[in-house]
């Protein structure tokens, strides 16, 4: 049974930092892609960031130079370094997992099978 944990969220000032973890377990890890997703209040999920098996990634425009995806397949962990963090940032963050092989990671939460719970990140002004 595949699961997904995240931890590491919580809240922080504007121009802070975060580094959120997901834990994952019951599946191979290293031949999965992963992604991040985030959801705020009264806004549709969507796409942080995305990697593929190989360390190839991709993010979001708004979070492009601040937001860095990676893993220790390893360890079977994904990380999202969130830096200069924004108060538009403020949302529930979710990692994702699929066995498929997404060239270059993907955003579109379509194309995911495996979901954690979330944590939330709040950043203040």
């Known amino acids: 049974q595949v699961q997904l944990v995240e931890s590491g969220g919580g809240s922080v000032q504007a121009g802070g930092s975060l580094r959120l973890s997901c834990a994952a377990s019951?599946?191979?890890?290293?031949?999965?892609?992963m992604g991040w997703f985030r959801q705020a209040p009264g806004k549709e999920r969507e796409g942080v960031a995305g990697?593929?098996?190989?360390?190839?990634?991709t993010y979001a425009d708004s979070v492009k130079g601040r937001f860095t995806i990676s893993q220790a397949s390893a360890k079977n962990t994904l990380h999202l370094q969130m830096n200069s963090l924004k108060p538009e940032d403020t949302a529930m963050y979710y990692c994702?997992?699929?066995?498929?092989?997404?060239?270059?990671?993907?955003?579109?939460?379509?194309?995911?099978?495996?979901w954690g719970q979330g944590t939330q990140i709040t950043v203040s002004s």
């Open positions: 019951g599946y191979t890890y290293s031949g999965y892609s």
């Open positions: 990697i593929d098996r190989d360390g190839r990634a």
């Open positions: 994702a997992a699929t066995p498929a092989f997404l060239y270059g990671g993907s955003l579109s939460e379509h194309r995911y099978n495996y």
